[in-house]
């Protein structure tokens, strides 16, 4: 368990300690203040995530067992898990993911996907399948470089394989697109294997 992890645990009791009197001023400022302790918004983020989860098992915990109609620990878990969610959001619009320098596309590599993309919706549109859902799915992903190798080819292998459970394109389609896509790229692909779905 990490500082952060070990932190989030201990701080959800501190969190709910006054069950009746918390009020949403309250319970934001509690947050506002724990979060100081962060300097990283992804250490944030990690944090709210945590107390996230840790909040909805004990609100389930706990109606497994209560028999009130109108439960006081559910809606202070309730009312934590607006302000939490709140605050996931504030943080998102200032965090910016940066992947690890070995993991970010070259200038040049983006430039080869793009031209890339660009070929394959020519080639799905001469070969009669220009539907408008495979051209915005493809596109998308000339938007998401900045995600890294990894996750870039993670995304696309959702996409694809989306595309091909909701039988937009058959499965020889949507290999030969991952394949294509994915030269050059071993290093980031080993772990994604477009035949696992």
Same mark, same amino acid.
């Given at each position: 368990?990490?500082?952060?992890?070990?932190?989030?645990? =201990?701080?959800?009791?501190?969190?709910?300690?006054?069950?009746? !009197?918390? $009020?949403?001023?309250?319970?934001? $400022?509690?947050?506002?203040?724990?979060?100081?302790?962060?300097?990283?918004?992804?250490? +944030?983020?990690?944090?709210?995530?945590?107390?996230?989860?840790?909040?909805? +098992?004990? +609100?389930?915990?706990?109606?497994?067992?209560?028999?009130?109609?109108?439960?006081?620990?559910?809606?202070?878990?309730?009312?934590?898990?607006?302000?939490?969610?709140?605050?996931?959001?504030?943080?998102?619009?200032?965090? $910016?993911?940066?992947? +690890?320098?070995?993991?970010?596309?070259? =200038?040049?590599?983006?430039?080869?996907?793009?031209?890339? #993309? !660009?070929?394959?919706?020519?080639? #799905? !549109?001469?070969?009669?399948?220009?539907?408008?859902?495979?051209?915005?799915?493809?596109? =998308?992903?000339?938007?998401?470089? !900045?995600?890294?190798?990894?996750?870039?080819?993670?995304? #696309?292998?959702?996409?694809?394989?989306?595309?091909?459970?909701?039988?937009?394109?058959?499965?020889?389609?949507?290999?030969?697109?991952?394949?294509?896509? =994915?030269?050059?790229?071993?290093?980031?692909?080993?772990?994604?294997?477009?035949?696992?779905?």
């Amino acid at each position: 368990m990490n500082i952060v992890e070990k932190e989030a645990r =201990s701080f959800i009791d501190e969190f709910y300690n006054d069950l009746r !009197n918390n $009020s949403l001023e309250k319970l934001k $400022s509690q947050l506002t203040l724990k979060l100081y302790d962060f300097t990283r918004n992804r250490d +944030k983020l990690d944090f709210l995530k945590i107390l996230r989860e840790d909040t909805l +098992k004990e +609100k389930e915990n706990h109606l497994k067992t209560c028999s009130k109609s109108i439960c006081d620990f559910e809606e202070e878990r309730n009312l934590g898990i607006f302000v939490i969610d709140q605050e996931i959001e504030e943080v998102n619009k200032y965090y $910016s993911f940066e992947p +690890k320098s070995n993991d970010a596309f070259t =200038s040049a590599e983006e430039s080869k996907l793009h031209s890339k #993309l !660009n070929e394959i919706i020519e080639k #799905l !549109n001469k070969q009669g399948l220009g539907q408008e859902i495979i051209f915005e799915e493809i596109e =998308s992903l000339k938007n998401h470089f !900045n995600l890294g190798k990894k996750t870039w080819f993670q995304l #696309l292998k959702g996409k694809v394989v989306e595309l091909m459970l909701k039988k937009v394109l058959e499965e020889t389609i949507v290999k030969e697109i991952y394949n294509n896509l =994915s030269e050059g790229f071993a290093e980031a692909v080993k772990s994604l294997n477009v035949h696992q779905s």
